[in-house]
């Protein structure tokens, strides 16, 4: 398993960028698929974003497309995920997550890692 770390979150206005990091742990980073997902108060854990190990693929959640870039270093142990053009619907909470599996997928029950999450928070 692998140990995550968020980082890079805090308060933009409308229109802004932020760039979040997850530090990872463990040896098997570079051989783990790798996801953002968030969670707004009140509403359900959604799917943001996932990455192959090699980078080569990568999945968006259609609400996110053309905004977000989703990268990674595996050298580093670190996933990005860059955010611009940010609006007010996109304040959540955003959580790094790993599975071991293949496939990007968009369901959260089968990602087995998680970071503790990092508070996005984007004024209108």
């Known amino acids: 398993q692998v140990q995550l770390v968020e980082s890079g979150g805090g308060l933009v206005q409308a229109g802004g960028s932020l760039r979040l990091s997850c530090a990872a742990s463990g040896r098997t980073f570079s051989r783990n698929v790798m996801g953002w997902f968030r969670q707004a108060p009140g509403k359900e854990r959604e799917f943001v974003a996932a990455i192959t190990w090699s980078g080569r693929d990568t999945d968006y959640a259609d609400s996110v497309k053309g905004r977000f870039t989703i990268s990674r270093d595996n050298a580093k142990n670190t996933l990005y995920l860059q955010m611009n053009s940010l609006k007010s619907e996109d304040t959540a909470v955003y959580y790094c997550?790993?599975?071991?599996?293949?496939?990007?997928?968009?369901?959260?029950?089968?990602?087995?890692?998680w970071g503790q999450g990092t508070q996005v928070t984007v004024s209108s």
């Open positions: 997550a790993a599975k071991s599996a293949a496939g990007l997928s968009p369901i959260p029950g089968l990602w087995g890692s």
